[in-house]
């Protein structure tokens, strides 16, 4: 079954706007990850934030984590054309490890409108 | 480095018939892990691997074996293919089961079983 969901499924806006997207997850976490595929290609780890982190940043890219509501969001400012792509959230599992056995939501299909 | 690599990139299938799919890294990791992506589905994990001669069941693991003789090989074996596992399949590493960081993904084989 699905750990992430991530909201919402599509999203378009204008290059130089931002893009704020969602993951809900449903058990305990040690760390959540966003990753980017883009058409046809293998994910592209983004970003990690750990349980005990509520925010990070990295360049255009500021993630949250809200443990308590068990969701977090990933907000990509100033937004090009090649952010185009794919988004999702992976989630492991507190009772099997810190980095083993990712469950990835659906994806959220970003398209930037030059 | 070459990463993860994934062969072959394209394979066509008729039912009932078998085959391996290739997965190799050079990083020296010791996960390994196998996901199948269908649209609308996200990713779903297969089997992982935590290191060499060491194999365990994810989500969606009937009709898949996989085995771990080295680090830096983990095929995936179709043992009799069926229409339903029509997807493309990615190959992913990490450095340790027990050490959170981002997954490396292959570029991924598009199977498709008539």
């Known amino acids: 079954s699905q750990q992430g969901e991530e909201d919402p499924q599509a999203l378009s806006i204008q290059e130089g706007e931002n893009a704020t997207m969602n993951c809900s997850y449903k058990?305990?976490?040690?760390?959540l990850q966003w990753y980017r595929q883009n058409s046809g290609r293998g994910l592209v780890h983004l970003i990690l934030?750990?349980?005990?982190?509520r925010e990070k940043h990295s360049g255009r890219l500021r993630v949250t984590l809200d443990t308590s509501k068990k969701s977090s969001s990933l907000l990509i400012t100033a937004s090009r054309a090649a952010d185009t792509a794919s988004y999702f959230c992976?989630?492991?599992?507190?009772?099997?490890?810190?980095?083993?056995?990712?469950?990835f939501g659906k994806g959220i299909t970003l398209s930037v409108r030059p | 480095n070459a990463g993860v690599t994934q062969t072959p990139k394209f394979q066509v299938l008729k039912t009932g018939q078998s085959m391996t799919l290739q997965c190799a890294q050079d990083m020296n990791h010791e996960y390994m892990s196998w996901y199948r992506q269908d649209p609308g589905m996200g990713l779903r994990l297969i089997h992982y691997?935590?290191?060499?001669?060491?194999?365990d069941q994810g989500e969606v693991p009937n009709g898949y074996n996989v085995s771990r003789s080295t680090t830096e090989d983990f095929p995936l074996r179709l043992l009799s293919a069926a229409p339903s596992q029509t997807s493309v399949y990615f190959c992913a590493s990490s450095y340790s089961p027990g050490v959170p960081g981002e997954q490396f993904f292959g570029p991924g084989t598009r199977l498709t079983v008539l």
């Open positions: 691997s935590v290191g060499a001669g060491i194999t």
């Open positions: 934030i750990r349980s005990n982190e």
């Open positions: 058990t305990s976490i040690n760390n």
């Open positions: 992976a989630t492991d599992d507190i009772n099997t490890g810190a980095n083993s056995k990712l469950t």
